[in-house]
Every structure is written in structure tokens, then in C-alpha cells.
């Protein structure tokens, strides 16, 4: 027969199996290499994205300033490796974004708490510029489409001295509790801190970093539950 002790053995593994763990801090990675132009001029698709609890996010689009789609470069192995609107930022102290699609999967709780990537500056020719300065903002929306956090790295300069600079935006742990996709938003160019001249920018290896922890099944949160009346039940009989 099953004594107290016995059931408390069994209660804690229980207990212990149905808590949530935390299981690491990059939620969506994509290097870009291998990614094509598809179905429009401005999407970039087969983006291979490596997930940890999140939704495949899909295909990213360029948008312009004013909203409407942005050809992206697609000339030769450099642009195609990485995320680069054919748009000349510098000249015109302008920008381009592209939304990314953030749903928690099934079983997950995710705590976004920052998003990082790699500056890239481009010609006209579509090869690496020489030394410009880069501006990017993150802004993460909520599945209701309103702006709940945002970070912005001004001046940020990459280029053929530089190289291509690692760009870290805070969201200082922002958690993804509301039922629906959150869209995080990226916008690049010439649009706060110093003025830049001729300048195409773009970026490669975005990281989406969060904390992650599984969800136990309600029929394993049951079971849990029984496993205490059991033992509630064994400690007054013995």
C-alpha cells in the first residue's frame, strides 16, 4: 500500500515535471542567406527562420515613408544575403519599415526582451558603401495594433571600414501575455541624430531574444491536482 511518504515522492515529481523552465533566450533567428524575392518586388521570402516558441513569422515587406512598397535589392550575393531596401536614405533623411509577425505557439510564455542585428550600409551599385551612419528603430504593437514599447539606436556606422556592426534594441522585458499576433515593426534609415549623405541601409542576422518558458497541459495541471488530493487523502489515513 502507497504511504505518505511515498505519495509526497510522487507528488513532488509531479510537481516538478509540470513547471514551467525556462528554455533559452533567442525566440526567432533569420541570417537571410538563401532568401529570394518573391511574389512582389518589396517581399523577401524564404527567410529559414530558426524558432524557440514562437509562430513561423513568414515573409518580410518594405514599405516606404509614405507607406507603399519598396523594392528591395536583389542584384548580386551581397544584398541577397541580407535585408537591404533599394531606398537612398541619406539623401533624403528618409526611411523604410517592415513588420514582423510575433505569435507565442501553443504552450509557451514568452518575455520579449530585445532584438538585435547586424548594420549594413549599401551604394546606389548595390555593393558595401563606404562608411555610413545608420539610424533604426524597433516598435513592438500589441495584437490590438497599439505601440507598447520602442527603442531607437541613432548614428549607428557601418560600411566597408566599419564592417557591419552588431545593433542591440532594449524592449526591457516586455511580456507577450495578450491573445493574438504582436507585430514588431523594424524602421531604417536617415530619420534622427546626425544627417548622412547617399545611403542605402539594411541589416542581416536578426535575433529576436526573449525569456521562454513551457506551459503544462490543463490534463497535466489535473493530474497534478489529484496527485495532491492523494496525498492529502494517504496523510490522514496513516
Known sequence: MIRA???FVIL??????????????LIAFTDFN???????????????WILNGLNDPGDLAALNASGTPQAIFDAN?????????GLNVGNGNTFWTTD???????????????VTFNAV???ASQV??????????????????????????????????????????DFADTFLGDVGTYT?????????????????????????NGNISAIPEPSSLLLASFGCLLAAALRRTY
Open 77 to 85: 550575393n551581397f544584398v541577397q544575403d541580407v535585408f537591404m531596401p
Open 5 to 7: 511518504t511515498q505519495a
Open 128 to 169: 558595401e558603401n563606404p562608411n555610413r551612419r545608420n539610424d533604426y528603430t524597433a516598435s513592438l504593437l500589441n495584437p490590438a495594433s497599439a505601440e507598447i514599447a520602442t527603442a531607437t539606436v541613432a548614428d549607428t556606422i557601418a560600411g566597408v571600414g566599419a564592417g557591419r556592426p552588431l545593433v542591440t534594441l
Open 100 to 114: 514582423i509577425n510575433i505569435t507565442v505557439a501553443p504552450g509557451f510564455s514568452i518575455t520579449l526582451t530585445d
Open 12 to 25: 513532488s515529481t509531479y510537481l516538478l515535471a509540470f513547471t514551467p523552465v525556462s528554455m533559452g533566450s
Open 34 to 48: 538563401d532568401s529570394t524575392i518573391g511574389g512582389s518586388s518589396n517581399i523577401k521570402t524564404d527567410l529559414n
Open 184 to 208: 514588431l515593426r523594424i524602421k531604417g534609415g536617415d530619420f534622427t541624430g546626425d544627417n548622412e549623405t547617399g545611403n542605402h541601409t539594411g541589416f542581416d542576422n536578426l535575433s529576436i
Open 121 to 123: 550600409s549599401a551604394s
